[in-house]
């Protein structure tokens, strides 16, 4: 085969922190050292302006919400004579709708393009088949880290199978060891280690873990549980430690505060190797049974834990043939049983652990570094997909989910500090009209949605905004009536006792989306007050279209 001189990686980077970030880093990391004679560079994707302080491997960086500078990476990796890009694939990390963007990028490049999906769904949405149907027209091959993946991607997107590599998630290469070599390190000498890791986030299961520990503690009273990770990035910017501090709660509840360890950072792989080597018994309680992947539980499996999980897909065939022990999602009782049955069964667990480590000697990062250069030989060799064109057509039918990039102009025009106004003059606000309660509760749940968003939109200017529809939505309500005014004068005068019945029901709309949605505290309070105090009335509604918005609410 020939040498391959220069690959481009796509996707997170570290020192993003995330899944992805630390996945596109350890591959590309090891492809490099493996092979001195190939040039790994990397186009970094980013989910803030500012970016991140990056290596000298990032030769450029995508702003996630810009569909331009897809294109812009696309021209850079065909000037400097990439010979493969290797794209790490996942919904959430790429803008437009169920990613899209990355499509702009992939019909531009000139060179051959092998996917790593890192989520392979049996049903996914509209906009996600979109995506994965044009990902198979672009793509010269495909990786997938389970032979599940490789039949879900047969079965529900009609892909070749000899366009599929399975190919097994990295792991480091550790020794074999007992635990109690690294447990001083963590003051739990003595102790049997329970550990989970990974950024901190609902769909992890971990409540039910600690649900488990007064049963576990019963029979084993030196068991501790170790929870290791820094929340994920995108919980902590939408709702703080609020998940972390339930946890927290929920220990001291069940009186197993002493018990339960949690580190809340996100940890070198040095540190993280020693959190592992320590640990008795690794548990993933995650909860989304169609994960087809997962680091953290590759990680321990690769060196040879202990390991008790849901069977959510790729747990299902790494600890299949007795290398691990499956428990229901959601419970505690089972997870408690597992534990317990490894912790009086000293063989069963010991043989577990001896053939998860057996075979994670084939996860190790360089023999899924040569694995991925074979992928790479493959796809040059063997094209699947026509060579690309030098100039591409873009025409409307190969790009329905491309929008143009955000713009708050208008919007902010058409504030003061009371209200949105009703109507404009051309671009001009048209004070004569002044304001409705209608508008005013369609521009909040505007603020809603896009502070939501991690675009380069102000979130500091978005939210005072949001704080100018709620007020106005605020004086709207009558106390006496317990209903909605909607007509207000540019003099700040309401024109109206009582609104209309939608006007009504659309600012219950607004409130009731900011009780779920707004990550402003004080938003979310005065939000309730409003709705408790607007619902009853709605019972004497006729107006059809006002009961949906209030269902909606």
Not at 154 to 164: A, D, F, Q, R, T
Not at 196 to 222: C, D, M, Q, R, W
Not at 297 to 314: D, E, H, Q
Not at 444 to 469: C, P
């Amino acid at each position: 085969m020939t040498t391959i001189n220069r690959v481009a990686f796509l996707g997170d980077y570290m020192p993003r922190q995330c899944g992805i970030a630390t996945f596109t880093t350890d591959i590309c990391e090891t492809v490099a050292a493996e092979y001195p004679n190939c040039e790994c560079i990397v186009g970094a994707v980013n989910d803030r302006p500012e970016g991140y302080d990056y290596s000298t491997r990032i030769r450029f960086e995508i702003d996630e919400k810009e569909i331009d500078s897809y294109r812009r990476a696309a021209d850079f990796l065909n000037i400097n004579n990439v010979e493969v890009v290797s794209v790490q694939h996942e919904f959430g990390i790429y803008g437009g709708p169920a990613g899209s963007h990355l499509l702009a990028l992939l019909r531009d490049v000139h060179m051959p393009v092998v996917t790593t999906l890192h989520t392979v769904l049996r049903e996914p949405n509209e906009p996600q088949r979109f995506v994965m149907e044009q990902l198979n027209a672009l793509s010269n091959r495909f990786i997938v880290m389970a032979e599940r993946g490789r039949g879900l991607l047969k079965e529900v997107y009609g892909v070749s199978p000899e366009k599929i590599d399975l190919i097994p998630h990295g792991v480091p290469d550790v020794q074999f060891i007992d635990p109690t070599f690294h447990k001083d390190q963590f003051g739990v000498e003595g102790k049997t280690m329970l550990l989970t890791f990974g950024l901190l986030s609902p769909n992890k299961g971990i409540e039910y873990v600690i649900e488990a520990l007064p049963a576990i503690l019963k029979e084993h009273p030196n068991v501790v549980y170790i929870v290791l990770g820094a929340t994920h990035p995108n919980l902590l910017l939408r709702e703080g430690e609020s998940y972390r501090l339930k946890l927290e709660r929920l220990a001291e509840d069940r009186g197993v505060t002493g018990s339960v360890i949690f580190y809340n950072r996100f940890v070198t792989l040095d540190e993280l190797t020693d959190f592992i080597g320590a640990a008795d018994i690794y548990v993933t309680p995650y909860l989304n049974e169609a994960q087809i992947t997962s680091g953290t539980l590759a990680y321990a499996f690769g060196a040879g834990k202990a390991v008790i999980s849901t069977p959510y897909l790729y747990a299902q065939e790494l600890l299949a043939q007795d290398r691990g022990i499956l428990v229901p999602f959601r419970d505690s009782n089972a997870i408690a049983e597992g534990v317990t049955r490894f912790l009086s069964d000293p063989a069963l667990m010991a043989g577990m652990r001896k053939r998860a480590w057996k075979l994670g000697r084939e996860m190790i990062w360089p023999v899924v570094a040569a694995r991925y250069m074979e992928s790479f030989q493959r796809a040059r060799v063997r094209l699947t997909v026509p060579p690309r064109k030098a100039f591409a057509v873009r025409t409307l039918e190969n790009r329905p989910y491309e929008l143009p990039p955000l713009k708050l102009d208008h919007l902010f025009r058409m504030t003061d500090n009371t209200g949105i106004f009703q109507h404009a003059i051309f671009n001009v606000p048209n004070y004569r009209e002044g304001y409705c309660t209608d508008d005013n509760a369609r521009a909040f749940i505007l603020t809603l949605l896009l502070q939501e968003m991690t675009s380069r939109v102000a979130q500091r200017d978005v939210e005072q905004l949001a704080s100018t529809y709620l007020s106005f939505l605020w004086d709207a309500f009558d106390q006496e009536t317990k209903r909605f005014r909607n007509f207000m004068s540019h003099s700040r005068e309401w024109l109206e006792k009582v609104g209309s019945e939608d006007s009504h029901a659309r600012a219950l709309w607004a409130v009731g989306m900011a009780l779920g949605r707004s990550r402003n505290d004080g938003h979310r309070n005065l939000s309730a007050l409003l709705f408790q105090r607007g619902l009853p009335v709605v019972e004497q509604f006729t107006s059809p279209r006002a009961w949906a918005f209030v269902l909606l609410a």
